[in-house]
């Protein structure tokens, strides 16, 4: 076999345009799907089991896990999913899988997914130039989904063509008689195939070769298919590297669930492997050596992987304490989407469903909290590239909020739909006033970043005294965020605890009111340009602004529990 460097670089290029495809389609579903896909993924993987019908179903219809697995990745990221659905989800694709290696060995019909890349970039190229984004961000999801699956394709086209090739493997035979060790090395010699070839299928038709040819024995056949289990992982591992923590996570709990698999197996093997020997050979009743092994492999693939999603279908909870050990989220860093109380549905009573919602804005506030601090941060930013990062989790962060807002108002009318006391409804209303407010906050902190960039675009230099001034507003600004934070957390309140943030936004006000007449008396004076005035009263505007809707919802809140 010839394989140059040229058809290196190919294999490289193809890795980058999958890892593209990955990136734009996730983001392309983040833009346009997010609230209704992410509704119909938590309706389908409400619990372990219909997690893994889900991925069965997936699979059986697109016929590779490898795919199933990657979009699983990607659902993650955009934050679709939550790692304990996307666990379940990849648990059915390996059942999937031998679903599909059964319909190919019966039917010979298998749809490759590639061949359709190019015709649905035709589609969506005039979604792509659309003027609503909506249909732009459909256009990404067509372009990132197409690139994907093109990616795919060439990388197992440039990948080494060892399944034409299978006489390289010959010398395996030399290692095939030293007992135990020889599955050990087999299942890593399956493991690495796979990564090579980048296609499970590809790898069982060597294994079924090497296996004919008589180079290698049954329970040695098994043992390259534990290893392409192993190795299949590699495709999601790849496609989350352009993922966010929980994405990572989600491929690397890919990979914990076939080598938990794997090690239970290997302590059981013979007595796995020879029952399902005996099933071919005595209930199919296949007795011809060179087909039964065909069909001892396939059905040994099968029951590998139902038996171990019965079986680790109970560690859900370990496997994900296990890759979020391995994989540390940092600690400022919020990066992922997702509801953390009220994800399950509405609870048993409407009461307990306020509970739920109360903590749930409270969360929403903190996260306004951590955007103030950007924007502290983007302030005195020189860098250019640790700006633009920090602007875009800014940015990030804001959208994140417009999707918080909508998805907790819709689960409080869902609530305010059963049965509540007046005051339960009162209660409804007061907490929908809250949530409209803190994505106010959301904005206001969105709209000072954007001015900060404006000011360093063009070359806007404060002086020192603007500086100390902007530090005091959003240092009075921080405080009275603070406050509200704290005020949400309380069981119990007084009227008396709304007086410190009434005192805290007079200080706002006649500071902004102060600043206003001394902006326009120092351009008058010539201390700095009338632009750089510009872009420091929308900052000092922007924070009076915020710290407006922080009282807002301080009202609100207290009104409702005093």
């Known amino acids: ?190 493991a690495i195939l796979t990564m090579i070839v980048q296609a499970s299928a590809a790898t069982m038709a060597i294994t079924l070769i090497m296996c004919a040819n008589g180079w290698i024995d049954y329970q040695l056949g098994v043992a390259l298919v534990l290893g392409e289990n192993i190795g299949t992982t590699i495709t999601a591992n790849l496609a989350a590297l352009t993922g966010n923590t929980q994405a990572r996570r989600a491929a690397l709990a890919h990979l914990a669930f076939n080598i938990f698999g794997v090690i239970w197996v290997l302590i059981l093997f013979y007595p796995f492997t020879n029952a399902v020997s005996w099933f071919v050979t005595n209930v199919m009743r296949i007795s011809d050596p060179s087909v039964a092994v065909s069909f001892k492999l396939a059905a040994f693939h099968t029951a590998f992987n139902i038996s171990n999603t019965f079986v680790m279908i109970w560690f859900v909870g370990l496997i994900e304490k296990t890759v979020c050990f391995l994989i540390k989220g940092k600690k400022d860093e919020d990066e992922e989407y997702r509801l953390r109380y009220i994800t399950g549905g ?78 339960g409804k009162e209660e409804i209303r007061i907490m929908l006033r809250a949530v409209s407010e803190i994505e106010s906050i959301a904005d206001s902190c969105n709209n000072m970043a954007r001015s900060i960039k404006r000011r360093n675009e063009f070359k806007s230099i404060f002086t020192d005294e603007q500086n100390h001034n902007v530090d005091q507003m959003l240092a009075l600004t921080e405080k009275a965020l603070h406050r509200m934070i704290e005020i949400l957390k309380k069981s119990e309140l007084v009227r008396d605890d709304v007086n410190p943030s009434y005192n805290i936004e007079n200080e706002i006000n006649n500071y902004r009111n102060q600043l206003k007449i001394h902006n326009v008396e120092d351009i008058n004076n010539k201390k700095y340009q009338y632009q750089d005035g510009v872009y420091y009263m929308d900052i000092i505007g922007e924070a009076e602004k915020l710290g407006d809707y922080v009282l807002n919802v301080v009202q609100a809140v207290i009104e409702k529990k005093i």
Do not use: H
């Open 346 to 423: 509405m609870l048993s009573t409407a009461e307990l469903s306020i509970l739920q919602a109360r903590k749930e804005i409270t969360l929403f506030a903190e996260r306004t909290g951590r955007m103030l601090d950007m924007v502290k941060a983007l302030f005195y930013e020189k860098n250019e590239d640790a700006f633009l990062k920090t602007y875009s989790r800014v940015e990030k962060y804001e959208s994140i909020s417009d999707r918080m807002e909508i998805e907790i108002a819709n689960y409080l009318t869902c609530v305010a739909e059963g049965r509540l006391s007046s005051e």
């Open 1 to 190: 076999m010839d394989y140059s460097f040229f058809d290196f670089l190919r294999l490289i290029g193809s890795l980058g345009l999958f890892l593209y495809g990955m990136k734009i389609m996730s983001e392309g579903l983040q833009k346009f799907a997010g609230d209704s896909l992410r509704r119909i993924l938590t309706a389908m993987t409400t619990n372990r089991v219909t997690g893994v019908l889900t991925g069965v179903l997936i699979t059986a219809l697109i016929q590779s896990s490898s795919a199933t697995t990657v979009m699983v990745v990607s659902f993650v990221n955009a934050g679709l999913l939550t790692l304990t659905q996307s666990i379940g989800v990849i648990m059915g694709a390996n059942i999937g899988t031998t679903v599909t290696a059964w319909l190919i060995s019966a039917l010979g019909f298998k749809v490759d997914i590639a061949a359709f890349s190019l015709p649905l970039l035709a589609f969506g190229i005039p979604l792509l130039f659309s003027g609503k984004s909506s249909r732009k961000s459909v256009g990404e999801f067509i372009f990132g989904f197409s690139f994907l699956f093109m990616g795919l394709q060439a990388l197992k086209a440039n990948a080494p063509d060892l399944g034409a090739n299978p006489e390289m493997l010959a010398f395996v035979q030399n290692y095939a008689d030293m007992g135990f060790f020889s599955i050990i090395l087999f299942l890593f010699i399956g």
